[in-house]
Every structure is written in structure tokens, then in C-alpha cells.
């Protein structure tokens, strides 16, 4: 079994080129859900949908998130009644949201996750990283908010003074997820905001603690191309939390969960801390993205 490790964006990029070159019914994606939100109409768990609509052939590729096509009469109306929704939500995936804040009363996220994917017809495993809210805060000079309301509705444009998990003490890995872990013979840690998607999987103790035992089978893919994040503010939150957007760092943030780290090709950098192996990391194409995701099969000998 494979095993990523994903946020949205690039974690779902790489994705969706592993299922067209790996045997799906033995790949498995452990996704993060800080950036889950109780909203008025459900529950918004953007990171587990965009590898849902993706691996369901249903993204929007112009943006790597939401579904391809959707309306958004109900997001107009309300804006027309003077409603501030800062989320720009479609009316699909807003039916999305309503299902799953309905199943919360009654099943575990896990459970619910299972479902979509049955109904998608979704070969590959997914998993949320747990059942327990964990919630990505973000200290600003403004003061404490949620990450979408820093990333949307502040647009990121804050500066960052730190970051928070709350709830992560007493968060519980989802079993089917560390179950994967345990049966992996390869780790993907994908392309995703190292800090506010892929840290708070690894900051779940169990998943944290099984990982580090299978570092030597663990490849992470850099967010960043010289100093520079490929999408996303990645480099407010590295700073925020005493980070530079270096490699360097990168190794730093990883060290003990991975034995390995691809980077641009382009990249300069030297270390005996750990095996770096470069490559062409920019996914623009699909093509791309098979290629890449190739060479971390190649990587890993599975």
C-alpha cells in the first residue's frame, strides 16, 4: 500500500497524477481537517472535498478546489439579501456540506468520508486524519481568527505573528488511517502548506509516532521553488513559526519522519542530514503530474 499525505493544491496536484500510474485500490490519501468550519448551512471540510472531487474526475482545475461547472444562485442570493458569506461557496458543493453537517449527528466524520466516496465510485482509500475538530487558528496584529477567515476573508494579506492546532492534544487519529500507515510499504508526504496542512497530520501523536517508525520508507515533495511557495502564503506561516522558506528548513520541520526530500531542480543546496534527490516539482500539466508522481514510485521501489 501507498500512503500520501496531503492538504489541497499541490497535495491534490500529485494526487491526481498518482492514480493514473499507481494501482488505486492500493493507494490511500490521509487528509488534513484543521481547516474544517462549521458554517450555517453544514460543515465545510475543504481539503477532504478537493481530493474527493479530484480523485472523482469533478475539480476545477482552474483553481484545484470546488467542482468544475458549479452555480452559485444560492452564494447571489444571499449576497443580494445582504448576507456577508465570505466564502465563495457553489450550489453543489454547498449541497455537499448540508449532507455532511446532517450525517455529524448521527456518524463519525470517517464514516461520512467513506460514504462520498462510495459515491463517487472512488477507488483510492480516504481517510480524514481524525474524527476530533482540530481548528488551524492564525494570531494576527488584528488578533485570533480561523484560517479561513485569514485566508479568504482578509484575503492573507495580515501578518502572521503565529500559528495554532487547536484541539490537537486531544485528537485521536481516525484508525483506518493509521491502519494505512501500518500497512504502507511507501509514505508520500505531499506538496502542501508544510505548516497549516501537513503538521497537523503529523501533530496527531499516533500518525506522528508511526511515521517516524517507517521514516526510512517516507519522501517528502517541496512546497517551495527557490525561497518562493508555489501556491498559497506557505512563507508567512514558516516565518510565523521561526521558519525560513528554505530547503533547509523544510529538512528541519521533516527531520525524523522522512528519509528523503524531492526538490526543484533548480535547487541549490547541500546537507548530509538527509538524501535529496531533485527534480521537476511544478505541476502545470497532468503530465507533470504523472511524471513526478513516477518518479516518487521510482524513489520509493513500489
Not at 52 to 62: C, F, K, N, S
Not at 108 to 132: T, W
Not at 215 to 224: F, T
Request: hydrophobic fraction near 40%.
Amino acid at each position: 500500500m501507498l500512503v500520501l499525505l496531503s492538504g489541497g493544491t499541490g497535495g491534490v496536484k500529485l494526487l491526481s497524477g498518482l492514480k493514473e500510474v499507481y494501482q488505486e485500490e492500493k493507494l490511500a490519501v490521509i487528509v488534513n481537517t484543521a481547516d474544517d468550519k462549521w458554517l450555517p448551512h453544514g460543515y465545510f471540510s475543504p481539503d477532504i472535498d478537493s481530493v474527493l472531487y479530484a480523485l472523482a474526475g469533478l475539480i476545477d482545475e482552474d483553481r484545484w478546489y470546488g467542482l468544475k461547472g458549479d452555480t452559485y444562485n444560492t452564494h447571489e442570493m444571499l449576497r443580494i439579501l445582504g448576507y456577508d458569506e465570505f466564502l465563495n461557496i457553489g450550489d453543489k458543493d454547498r449541497a455537499i456540506h448540508i449532507y455532511r453537517g446532517e450525517m455529524l449527528k448521527e456518524m463519525k466524520l470517517c464514516g461520512i468520508v467513506e460514504r462520498l466516496r462510495k459515491v463517487f465510485k472512488i477507488k483510492v482509500k480516504v481517510f480524514p486524519m481524525s474524527n476530533d475538530k482540530v481548528t488551524t487558528m492564525i494570531l494576527t496584529p488584528r488578533g485570533m481568527m480561523d484560517i479561513q477567515e485569514f485566508l479568504v476573508k482578509n484575503r492573507a494579506e495580515l501578518e502572521v505573528l503565529d500559528v495554532y492546532f487547536d484541539g490537537i492534544e486531544k485528537a485521536r487519529a481516525c484508525s483506518h488511517a493509521l491502519d494505512s500507515i501500518k500497512k504502507a510499504d511507501g509514505i508520500i508526504i505531499g506538496p502542501s502548506n508544510p505548516i497549516t496542512s501537513i503538521l497537523p497530520i503529523l501533530s496527531i501523536k499516533e500518525i506522528g509516532r508511526e511515521i517516524k517508525r517507517k521514516m526510512d520508507k517516507c519522501v517528502a515533495v517541496s512546497p517551495l521553488i527557490r525561497g518562493k511557495a508555489v501556491s498559497g502564503p506557505a512563507e508567512k506561516f514558516l516565518r510565523a513559526k521561526g521558519y525560513t522558506p528554505t530547503i533547509e528548513s523544510l529538512i528541519e520541520i521533516y527531520g525524523g519522519y522522512i528519509s528523503k526530500l524531492v526538490v526543484d531542480e533548480k535547487e541549490e543546496v547541500e546537507t548530509r542530514e538527509i538524501e535529496i534527490y531533485k527534480t521537476k516539482i511544478l505541476m502545470k500539466t497532468q503530465r507533470d503530474r504523472e511524471t513526478l508522481a513516477k518518479f516518487l514510485l521510482e524513489l520509493l521501489g513500489v
